[in-house]
């Protein structure tokens, strides 16, 4: 029995039934990545230290902050700062984890800065209205070029492509609540969303309501 390492399913024949890999024993591939130890603790241990490192910042601006302007608290923009350079570091530059989870993990991060800078900055709403719309657009179109990059192996960008289109709502969702004015960037951000879902049940039917089934237990 061979196992395909994309679709996770088990065959008597060369090819996966699903994508089509090839099985066969005697290709010398390796089906999962080199682990370093020593690379894994020296990236373990940098993102530890920056973490402590951005805590302390924090503390130091707001002893500063609090003894110099404590009418204007300014450390909120430095701690916002400091969360989306930590997560950029320790998740993005430094974690293995998938190019889904990171491209995800970098529009929910930047979408939090937007819409803590714009409140902070007198809630002008122009990240409700504007950038968070078009950033998660930005995400889902991303993703959607890797897949088609990739190609037989898109079935490991599934979870994260679905979890960018639901976020594709979420600038809706601003507007039917008051938080956000402007409606045009929310439609094209929900239209966008539908469309990439539908094109994805067009042209990968089978494979693709399989891997749907699996993910959601259908």
Wanted: proline residues 4%; contains cysteine; glycine residues 6%.
């Amino acid at each position: 029995m061979n196992q395909c390492p994309n679709c996770d399913v088990w065959t008597k024949d060369g090819h996966c039934p699903l994508c089509r890999e090839d099985l066969s024993q005697d290709k010398g591939a390796a089906w999962y990545p080199y682990y370093d130890p020593e690379l894994h603790k020296k990236r373990t241990n940098i993102s530890r230290l920056a973490i402590l490192l951005g805590i302390l910042a924090v503390f130091i601006c707001l002893a500063i902050n609090i003894i110099v302007i404590p009418q204007f608290l300014w450390v909120f923009y430095v701690a916002i700062g400091v969360f989306y350079v930590v997560v950029s570091l320790t998740h993005t530059i430094l974690s293995a984890s998938h190019i889904g989870g990171k491209i995800t993990a970098q529009v929910v991060s930047l979408t939090i800065v937007l819409l803590v800078i714009d409140f902070l900055s007198g809630d002008m709403q122009w990240s409700v209205n504007y950038a968070v719309p078009f950033l998660i657009v930005a995400g889902i179109l991303v993703i959607s070029i890797i897949i088609l990059t990739v190609r037989l192996k898109w079935t490991g960008y599934l979870s994260f492509l679905l979890i960018m289109i639901a976020l594709g709502f979420l600038p809706l969702v601003f507007f039917l609540s008051g938080l956000a004015d402007v409606l045009w960037p929310s439609i094209i951000a929900a239209v966008f969303a539908v469309t990439v879902f539908t094109l994805l049940l067009l042209f990968a039917n089978r494979s693709f309501m399989t891997q749907l089934g699996r993910r959601f237990h259908l």
